[in-house]
Nanobody, 124 residues
Framework: QVQLVESGGGLVQAGGSLRLSCEAS????????MAWFRRAPGKEREFVAA????????RYADSVKGRFTISRDNAKNTLYLQMNSLKPDDTAVYYC?????????????????WGQGTQVTVSS
C-alpha cells in the first residue's frame, strides 16, 4: 500500500521559516515527479512546487518563487519543502503528491498519490 506522510507543519510568525517533509512508503518514487499543493480555507487546492525525478528540474507557483525551495532525497524516498519569508497568505493545509510518470507535475491531473496533509499557519 502506497503512503505519503507529511510532517513539519505548525504555527509560525510572518517572516519565519518551516521545512515540510514527505516520506513515501509502499513503492519508490525515484523515477517519478513529486510535488506540493496547498488548500487555504475556502479555496481550491493549488499547485505550489514540483520536482523532477532526478531533482534537477523544478517548478514553482509565482506566489512562492524566491521564498520556497523544493528538493528530494531519492535514497530516503523523501520530499522536502523549505519555506522562508512566510506570509499569512501561505496559511493552508499542504499536501504531498506523486505521479506515476516522469513528467513534472503541474496540476492535480498529473497526481496519482496524495498525502493526508499538514497544517501550516502563519500569524501576522
Amino acid at each position: 500500500q502506497v503512503q505519503l506522510v507529511e510532517s513539519g507543519g505548525g504555527l509560525v510568525q510572518a517572516g519565519g521559516s518551516l521545512r515540510l517533509s514527505c516520506e513515501a512508503s509502499g513503492r519508490t518514487f525515484s523515477s517519478n515527479s513529486m510535488a506540493w499543493f496547498r488548500r487555504a480555507p475556502g479555496k481550491e487546492r493549488e499547485f505550489v512546487a514540483a520536482v523532477a525525478w532526478s531533482g534537477a528540474g523544478t517548478r514553482y507557483a509565482d506566489s512562492v518563487k524566491g521564498r520556497f525551495t523544493i528538493s528530494r532525497d531519492n535514497a530516503k524516498n523523501t520530499l522536502y519543502l523549505q519555506m522562508n519569508s512566510l506570509k499569512p497568505d501561505d496559511t493552508a493545509v499542504y499536501y504531498c503528491a506523486a505521479s506515476r510518470t516522469v513528467a513534472v507535475i503541474t496540476t492535480t491531473l498529473n497526481v496519482s498519490y496524495w498525502g493526508q496533509g499538514t497544517q501550516v499557519t502563519v500569524s501576522s
